[in-house]
């Protein structure tokens, strides 16, 4: 199951040449809050899904240093041995049998080998920190690589949603990074996780400081939950057209179910008056990152990124009307994203390029975008993308709008038009029409729709 960088640079698949599909769940405290069988109910429930990756982390500390798992095993089995950053071989077994029941499911665990508090005080967890020297963090890296060695199911993400402050902090992550490239892992691909960048500007957040590092294989970031409409897409576009060219991934969005902008936006509303994302959210999200050129995408559920139970406190807000991580499961946005992977992989994958100027017109099929018809509304940003060999055009519109597409860079006579409705996950309609060089839309759905158009002669 190893994973690689595909020849173009942009995508991902196996070792055999045959696309992967970046579709992870996020489980950060699978390692402390699962039981082995919950696990397997978890796996089974995201790989039936269609997910190919869980995302959590080695160990993590939300709000007490060293917390055990649900046997009692804590990562470290004393606290000088904390300091010391040496691991509790109990607990790398533990790990190393998460990670074995992954891959009898397909999937790969993007395990972060530690959460920011540990190396720098700037986080949302308890600490302390312990990665003080590039040298403990490099041994530390070294460990991970060589336990997890037979596993070939295994990206590492270094980071853990802290921002790089000071060069000390960057040489913290480039040292971890050089220990799982020394050890036994050292062929598995690395990528960074930082925290929110919450406007949507480009700024050294996300992999940005580590662009240029050869050991960066994938470009990511985090576009969070802060606020409502975030345009993820404009920074999977600058990672996209930034050389070398590496594959960009949005590996934290939106949560399902979770606060909007946490409690920080809501404090002094009434619980029961607060908003919270919900699938289409979620949809929009993964939809316009990826028709931009992204990898893939990480879809997250709250009470499952925190694995929430009754009686648990809960990470980062208050908890009112949360519910189980068990409940999680049945979230519906967890449902609705293996449409699109599926069509994708149906089609020719690798040939996948944004195209936003295939767009002629927004509002209006008669005039091209302008300021009051155009295209760069977070709310309505319609997402287009097409296969460079010219077999098909992807159109994702997030509200109902009139769109004008350019169908002329497809060398066919005619076409063949499947409208889907990518909440209920199913095609609305489909037929087939001449290639006039513009196909005009209006859909029937309020709300978001998926246009595929298919080349069906040449």
């Given at each position: 199951?190893?994973?690689?960088?595909?020849?173009?640079?942009?995508?991902?698949?196996?070792?055999?040449?045959?696309?992967?599909?970046?579709?992870?769940?996020?489980?950060?405290?699978?390692?402390?809050?699962?039981?082995?069988?919950?696990?397997r109910?978890?796996?089974?429930?995201?790989?039936?899904?269609?997910?190919?990756?869980?995302?959590?982390?080695?160990f993590?500390?939300?709000?007490?240093?060293?917390?055990?798992?649900?046997?009692?095993?804590?990562?470290?089995?004393?606290?000088?041995?904390?300091?010391?950053?040496?691991?509790?071989?109990?607990?790398?077994?533990?790990?190393?049998?998460?990670?074995?029941?992954?891959?009898?499911?397909?999937?790969?665990?993007?395990?972060l080998?530690?959460?920011?508090?540990k190396?720098?005080?700037?986080?949302?967890?308890?600490?302390?920190?312990?990665?003080?020297?590039?040298?403990?963090?490099?041994?530390?890296?070294?460990?991970?690589?060589?336990?997890?060695?037979?596993?070939?199911?295994?990206?590492?993400?270094?980071?853990?949603?802290?921002?790089?402050?000071?060069?000390?902090?960057?040489?913290?992550?480039?040292?971890m990074?050089?220990?799982?490239?020394?050890?036994?892992s050292?062929?598995?691909?690395?990528?960074?996780?930082?925290?929110?960048?919450?406007?949507?500007?480009?700024?050294?957040?996300?992999?940005?400081?580590?662009?240029?590092?050869?050991?960066?294989?994938?470009?990511?970031?985090?576009?969070?939950?802060?606020?409502?409409?975030?345009?993820?897409?404009?920074?999977?576009?600058?990672?996209?057209?930034?050389?070398?060219?590496?594959?960009?991934?949005?590996?934290?969005?939106?949560?399902?179910?979770?606060?909007?902008?946490?409690?920080?936006?809501?404090?002094?509303?009434?619980?029961?008056?607060?908003?919270?994302?919900?699938?289409?959210?979620?949809?929009?999200?993964?939809?316009?990152?990826?028709?931009?050129?992204?990898?893939?995408?990480?879809?997250?559920?709250?009470?499952?990124?925190?694995i929430?139970?009754?009686?648990?406190?809960?990470?980062?807000?208050?908890?009112?009307?949360?519910?189980?991580?068990?409940?999680?499961?049945?979230?519906?946005?967890?449902?609705?994203?293996?449409?699109?992977?599926?069509?994708?992989?149906?089609?020719?994958?690798?040939?996948?390029?944004?195209?936003?100027?295939?767009?002629?017109?927004?509002?209006?099929?008669?005039?091209?975008?302008?300021?009051?018809?155009?295209?760069?509304?977070?709310?309505?940003?319609?997402?287009?993308?097409r296969?460079?060999?010219?077999s098909?055009?992807?159109?994702?519109?997030?509200?109902?709008q009139?769109?004008?597409?350019?169908?002329?860079?497809?060398?066919?006579?005619?076409?063949?038009?499947?409208?889907?409705?990518?909440?209920?996950?199913?095609?609305?309609?489909?037929?087939?029409?001449?290639?006039?060089?513009?196909?005009?839309?209006?859909?029937?759905?309020?709300?978001?729709?998926?246009?595929?158009?298919?080349?069906?002669?040449?």
């Open positions: 199951m190893d994973i690689k960088v595909s020849p173009n640079g942009r995508f991902l698949q196996y070792s055999d040449g045959k696309p992967f599909f970046w579709l992870a769940d996020t489980s950060w405290m699978l390692a402390s809050k699962l039981h082995m069988e919950e696990a109910r978890l796996m089974a429930d995201r790989a039936a899904k269609g997910f190919t990756v869980i995302q959590s982390l080695i993590r500390d939300m709000f007490v240093p060293n917390t055990p798992n649900v046997h009692g095993v804590t990562p470290f089995a004393s606290e000088a041995d904390m300091y010391a950053a040496k691991l509790n071989p109990e607990w790398l077994d533990w790990v190393l049998g998460i990670t074995k029941m992954a891959a009898e499911y397909g999937l790969v665990m993007a395990w080998p530690t959460w920011g508090d190396w720098t005080v700037h986080n949302n967890s308890a600490g302390p920190v312990i990665f003080d020297t590039d040298s403990k963090a490099e041994a530390y890296g070294r460990t991970l690589s060589d336990a997890l060695g037979a596993c070939n199911n295994v990206i590492w993400v270094v980071g853990g949603d802290s921002v790089i402050r000071t060069p000390a902090e960057a040489g913290i992550i480039r040292a990074a050089r220990g799982l490239r020394s050890g036994a050292r062929g598995r691909l690395i990528t960074y996780h930082s925290s929110s960048y919450g406007d949507g500007t480009d700024h050294p957040l996300g992999s940005s400081v580590f662009h240029n590092d050869d050991w960066l294989d994938i470009n990511a970031f985090q576009s969070g939950s802060v606020r409502l409409n975030l345009p993820n897409y404009r920074r999977i576009k600058t990672f996209y057209d930034r050389p070398p060219t590496k594959p960009c991934l949005d590996i934290e969005p939106n949560y399902e179910w979770a606060p909007v902008g946490w409690s920080r936006l809501q404090n002094g509303i009434p619980p029961e008056h607060r908003a919270f994302f919900n699938d289409y959210d979620v949809r929009r999200s993964y939809y316009r990152s990826v028709l931009a050129g992204a990898a893939g995408f990480s879809y997250g559920c709250d009470p499952i990124r925190q929430y139970r009754p009686g648990d406190r809960s990470h980062a807000w208050d908890g009112w009307g949360i519910r189980t991580w068990e409940e999680g499961l049945a979230a519906p946005g967890s449902s609705q994203l293996r449409l699109l992977k599926q069509l994708l992989l149906e089609r020719s994958y690798f040939t996948r390029i944004p195209d936003n100027g295939l767009l002629e017109g927004v509002g209006s099929a008669l005039h091209p975008p302008d300021e009051k018809a155009g295209n760069d509304h977070p709310i309505s940003h319609i997402a287009v993308a296969c460079s060999a010219g098909y055009i992807l159109v994702y519109v997030p509200i109902r009139m769109v004008a597409i350019d169908t002329s860079v497809l060398p066919a006579k005619r076409l063949r038009i499947s409208d889907y409705d990518p909440e209920a996950g199913v095609r609305h309609r489909s037929w087939e029409t001449e290639n006039s060089g513009v196909f005009h839309h209006v859909p029937s759905r309020q709300l978001d729709t998926l246009l595929v158009i298919d080349a069906i002669d040449s």
